[in-house]
């Protein structure tokens, strides 16, 4: 059982660019979540989403972001207009439900590095 | 969600036990207590997580304290794989809500 999948694992972008993650979740699950870590710090939440939702959004900057969760497909993470600021690791977590508390788990993929020159 | 407090860093010998404590003042009677840790360059991955009795895995033991205000992650043989940071997050089991990440616990293995 394959587990959560990011694509790419490293993304190199002019200032300017516009930079595209994609996130497929462990199969079955159906909700989403995407985590932005800068360098030497921790996991800011950015977006959770469910199949064409977004359910809680509180953690995406207001300009230039944006995620999708398709019916099919995987879920995309958009940035626009990148600036070097904007790099950061990012990574993708899916659950089989939003009960989380009582499964308890999040998986986690590998992560995409996007590097802004 | 609740807020978690930890120490920044610690350090073990490998082979000996490690605990890693996380003071929780502010918990609810809904929160679970979860545990994640992150490799270098790795994304985070599940330790354990509990609610008021203390768990067992196949990673490590987590003890809550008898008012749930503090728990414990317990490595029984810490190696040096086990090097990674190490955070402690409350998760109200009601809610379908993000996992707030505080900033952890560095733990260093010494050889």
């Known amino acids: 059982n394959a587990g959560v999948m990011q694509n790419p694992r490293h993304l190199v972008r002019r200032r300017g660019q516009e930079a595209r993650l994609r996130c497929s979740p462990m199969k079955g699950h159906s909700h989403v979540y995407w985590y932005r870590q800068l360098p030497e710090e921790g996991l800011k939440f950015m977006v959770y989403l469910q199949k064409e939702n977004i359910i809680d959004e509180s953690g995406m900057p207001k300009e230039r972001f944006s995620a999708e969760f398709p019916k099919e497909g995987p879920s995309i993470l958009r940035i626009q207009q990148v600036v070097r600021g904007d790099s950061a690791a990012y990574f993708c977590?899916?659950?089989?439900?939003?009960?989380?508390?009582?499964?308890?788990?999040?998986?986690f993929g590998e992560g995409s590095r996007l590097t802004v020159l | 969600d609740a807020k978690t407090t930890q120490p920044n860093s610690m350090e073990s010998n490998e082979e000996e036990p490690v605990h890693l404590p996380c003071n929780h003042s502010t918990i609810s009677g809904t929160d679970y207590i979860h545990w994640y840790r992150q490799l270098p360059s790795q994304g985070p991955e599940y330790v354990i997580h509990?609610?008021?009795s203390n768990v067992n895995n196949r990673m490590a033991s987590l003890a809550i304290a008898e008012d749930r205000k503090s728990s414990t992650l317990i490595l029984h043989r810490a190696t040096l794989r086990d090097a990674a940071v190490y955070y402690c997050?409350?998760?109200?089991?009601?809610?379908?809500?993000?996992?707030?990440f505080g900033p952890g616990t560095r733990l260093s293995v010494l050889p």
């Open positions: 509990g609610l008021t």
């Open positions: 977590a899916s659950s089989h439900s939003d009960r989380g508390g009582k499964s308890g788990e999040l998986f």
């Open positions: 997050i409350l998760r109200d089991v009601n809610y379908g809500q993000n996992f707030v």
